[in-house]
């Protein structure tokens, strides 16, 4: 009975530690799901768009979509999600350009048509890259650029806006930090001992200079609606919290005209918030 007892605790500790190393040495694997193939672009929705190349820091060769709005008040800054590509956000685009909103879509390095291999670093500079390429290339004003992140996107997003002027920053299904995504999906394992990532949303976030929204649905599956009222209270003001429904994927699709109305109200707020700035200013 105890050689029994004895081989089942051993072969429980054998697929713990084997376990173990799956998620220490399939990190990156297991965090960056990119996609190279593009089959559709805002063309497809009747938008007009410029694709878009240029170059990060570190000389990586980076691709995408530039989609202008006549008389656009704000360009948004769009960092999207840990899977597939620009490709997936066209209903995004077609939203924002829909409330009047000029939009730049970039993919990080290893996704669609960009050079190199995604890096928690390498995205950082990516980021900066974008919005530098903004304001050189368009000539955006910094205080017309809202940096806009959905899932790992919002982490970039946070990280660009505690290093550069901005208009406002919007996060949307952003977790707190990746040890902290990754101790919620394996609360068995000491995921925080031998994270390779950081992604610390909630210090970059506390870093930010402007208006903050964050929004997030109690029914996310993959990042917990808790993730996002972290966030919330740990920006400053003047921020907003909006909650929708649906799922980590689907949400801003399913909650429809909330959260269109979100966004909406929101940018007058920011609007609001600029011109009280140069009332003061002059």
């Known amino acids: 009975m105890i050689s029994v007892v004895l081989y089942l605790m051993a072969a429980l500790a054998f697929v713990y530690v084997a376990w173990g190393l799956v998620l220490l040495f399939m990190q990156s694997k297991l965090l960056y799901r990119p996609m190279r193939e593009i089959n559709f672009t805002p063309a497809d929705l009747n938008l007009k768009f410029e694709e878009v190349t240029f170059q990060s820091a570190d000389g990586v060769r980076l691709t995408g979509w530039y989609v202008p709005v006549k008389n656009a008040h704000h360009t948004v800054l769009f960092c999207h999600g840990n899977g597939g590509n620009v490709m997936h956000v066209l209903d995004s685009l077609n939203l924002l350009s829909e409330l009047g909103l000029s939009c730049f879509i970039f993919d990080y390095r290893g996704y669609g048509k960009s050079g190199g291999r995604p890096t928690e670093a390498g995205m950082y500079l990516d980021v900066q890259a974008a919005y530098d390429w ?85 029914d996310d599956e993959l990042v917990p609606f808790e993730f996002g009222t972290r966030l919330f209270e740990a920006a400053h003001e003047p921020k907003q919290f909006v909650e929708i429904f649906g799922s980590h994927n689907d949400g801003f699709l399913i909650s429809g005209d909330l959260y269109r109305e979100a966004w909406a109200k929101w940018l007058d707020s920011v609007r609001d918030c600029r011109s009280q700035t140069v009332v003061k200013a002059s």
């Open 134 to 218: 903004l304001i050189r290339e368009k000539r955006v004003r910094p205080e017309r650029i809202i940096l806009f992140g959905r899932s790992l996107g919002g982490s970039i997003a946070a990280y660009l806006a505690g290093r550069v002027q901005c208009a406002a920053l919007i996060v949307e299904s952003a977790f707190t930090s990746y040890p902290d995504i990754g101790a919620r999906f394996y609360p068995y394992l000491p995921v925080r001992l031998f994270a390779r990532f950081r992604y610390d949303t909630l210090a970059y976030i506390k870093e930010a200079g402007c208006p903050v929204m964050v929004i997030h649905s109690r």
